[in-house]
């Protein structure tokens, strides 16, 4: 990779340098350099570039990179915090065990992943062992979550799990605080929710535990939804 990436943003190089695999004038590797707002026409331009990314160090140890899955003019966007070694493999967010309990629980109120619900991550890349994504890696990525919610433009996002909830609004207090309450962020509609992991190690569903917490979210994103049918 050279200087010459800097060329699809009008960069230093005069020579644009062209990537094999997409045919495009390749992304910037220093996440110093933005990726403007609208440089994307379409969620697969957006994924031919998270094929190449070497914007960050998780770009050297992925297998696969996770973009996005569900639909792609979805009124809810799901946003959790990074592919794990299910996702890693398949290149799909959400395939393991959380992501089967989160379309249990989007299921719960008739949301089907297919025809209304758009799933990504605040990291394209898994990070080794599964660790949090640092504030550079996330730095890094928020270009492509910036214009995936442009693109798919949903009515409401859920963010799962403190690191959604900070990677896009800066929030930086504990996730039980605000879960389950509206927020507005860049004139978006926002609810932090539970990680579905989080639930998985907390299986009582005794009033005001976290799994019957989630199904109160659940249900005011539901009914949110239907104010705007
Ligand atoms: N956890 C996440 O946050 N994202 C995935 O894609 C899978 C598990």
Known sequence: MSDAQLNLFGGLDATPEVSESTGKDLIPTSAAIPIAPGTYNSIDELAAHCGVCQRCVLGSTRLNPVVGRGAIKAPVMVVGEGPGQNEDEQGLPFVGRSGQLLEKILASVELSVAKEVYICNVVRCRPPDNR??????????????????????????LLTGATALKALTGYKGAISKVRGEWIEWEGRLCMPIFHPAYLLRNSSKEEGAPKWLMWQDIQKVKAKLAEFA
């Open 132 to 157: 949090v994504p640092t504030p550079e890696e996330i730095a890094a990525c928020k270009p492509y979550l910036l214009e995936q919610i442009r693109l798919v433009d949903p009515k409401v996002i």
